[in-house]
T-cell receptor, first 112, second 112 residues
Framework: KAGVTQTPRYLIKTRGQQVTLSCSPISGHRSVSWYQQTPGQGLQFLFEYFSETQRNKGNFPGRFSGRQFSNSRSEMNVSTLELGDSALYLC???????????FGQGTRLTVV | QQQVKQSPQSLIVQKGGISIINCAYENTAFDYFPWYQQFPGKGPALLIAIRPDVSEKKEGRFTISFNKSAKQFSLHIMDSQPGDSATYFCAASGQAGTALIFGKGTTLSVSS
């Protein structure tokens, strides 16, 4: 069974640009969550999508947005990039309600 | 309160020894407590998880101890091996698989 797939693995963007990250969950999983990992703040929850609807949202500015498609694949978008957005962005998928979350390898975003 | 406090920040253990990592939480609505292991360049991998209706859960060399009244839980790694050297994160949520609140992580080094 394939795991969670995130693309691309690495990205370099310039301040002010926008970026879109992609996540394909484990087959059959309908929930996709996104996390930001930085050395200073650790792992922080961004948002969760279930059946194409945002179900939970963390404490991040509106520049961070996401969506989920009918095949459960999800995208995360960050607009007007700032240097502080440099981080490892992780996607996690889980099955029906109350099952464990499995993480992808992440997308390393560097903003210069 | 949404915080999960994890200690120690780093830990050095000899091969064959016991590694113990502790976490404390404030939000009594949390009902799912997983531990994740992360190697450099990889996403976090679920190790073991517990719900507050049990005080201990064991899977191989890994044991979670849970103290609901003290709002604390800990990970014990028995017979620690060099291959266990990684960063360990505790987490908590009100619903398994989503909106995980992570501790800051513990870097474990097992010396041979």
């Amino acid at each position: 069974k394939a795991g969670v797939t995130q693309t691309p693995r690495y990205l370099i963007k310039t301040r002010g640009q926008q970026v879109t990250l992609s996540c394909s969950p484990i087959s059959g999983h309908r929930s996709v969550s996104w996390y930001q990992q930085t050395p200073g703040q650790g792992l922080q929850f961004l948002f969760e999508y279930f059946s194409e609807t945002q179900r939970n949202k963390g404490n991040f500015p509106g520049r961070f947005s996401g969506r989920q498609f009918s095949n459960s694949r999800s995208e995360m978008n960050v607009s007007t990039l700032e240097l502080g957005d440099s981080a490892l962005y992780l996607c996690a998928s889980s099955g029906n309600k109350n099952t464990e979350a499995f993480f992808g390898q992440g997308t390393r975003l560097t903003v210069v | 309160q949404q915080q999960v406090k994890q200690s120690p920040q780093s830990l050095i253990v000899q091969k064959g020894g016991i590694s113990i990592i502790n976490c404390a939480y404030e939000n009594t609505a949390f009902d799912y407590f997983p531990w994740y292991q992360q190697f450099p360049g990889k996403g976090p991998a679920l190790l073991i998880a517990i719900r507050p209706d049990v005080s201990e859960k064991k899977e191989g060399r890994f044991t979670i101890s849970f103290n609901k009244s003290a709002k604390q839980f800990s990970l014990h790694i028995m017979d620690s091996q060099p291959g266990d050297s990684a960063t360990y994160f505790c987490a908590a949520s009100g619903q398994a698989g989503t909106a995980l609140i992570f501790g800051k992580g513990t870097t474990l080094s097992v010396s041979s």
